[in-house]
């Protein structure tokens, strides 16, 4: 069944109301981090490979090494921001509306091509003379141009999430 703009507000409103009168408990400081440790390990694995490949440049690996270190800390406090939002949900949430399983499958599309690409460049780094270059320009690349399509993917439905937000906004403060 396509989604419609009404039916987005609506569930909007519900999902607004469940994080306005959440009773779930509040997760951990490191709780948010799962979904960057996959490719960040994925990353530094190929990283440290590179230093025992043919082509080896110390310095270039060593100040893409501190760049790269504050790439995946940027990256994981960002992550970790969507998630804790999401962590005020009641569990079933995401079987519930069929706004967040659109999200839930374009979030998994989307990781899993942002690692593709990652494993694409550790391999293009191990196994050519231009050693880590291709790993980073091809995370960070693909980390932006991909961070870009997703924001343009779901805009289609932020307009009529955002008047089922304030719509349970009003009705959260009618109720009080």
Not at 61 to 76: D, P, Q, V
Not at 107 to 133: A, E, H, K
Request: charged share 15%; aromatic share 16%.
């Amino acid at each position: 069944m396509p989604l419609t703009y009404k039916k987005i507000q609506f569930e909007i409103k519900e999902i607004s109301l469940d994080i306005i009168y959440s009773q779930e408990v509040v997760p951990g400081v490191l709780a948010h981090i799962k979904l960057t440790l996959l490719p960040m390990a994925l990353y530094f694995g190929f990283y440290v490979t590179c230093a025992f490949t043919d082509v080896f440049i110390q310095n270039i690996w060593l100040g893409l090494g501190l760049i790269s270190l504050a790439f995946w800390t940027f990256l994981t406090i960002f992550v970790s921001g969507y998630r804790s939002l999401f962590s005020m949900l009641p569990a079933d949430a995401f079987d519930k509306y069929e706004i967040l399983k659109l999200y839930k499958k374009k979030v998994i599309i989307y990781y899993s091509i942002w690692l593709c690409f990652i494993v694409m460049g550790g391999l293009v780094s191990v196994f050519t003379m231009l050693n880590i270059l291709p790993l980073v320009a091809m995370t960070l690349l693909s980390t932006i141009i991909l961070s870009l399509l997703f924001h343009l993917d779901i805009s289609r439905y932020q307009i009529s999430s955002l008047f089922g937000a304030l719509s349970a906004v009003k009705e959260s403060i009618s109720d009080d």
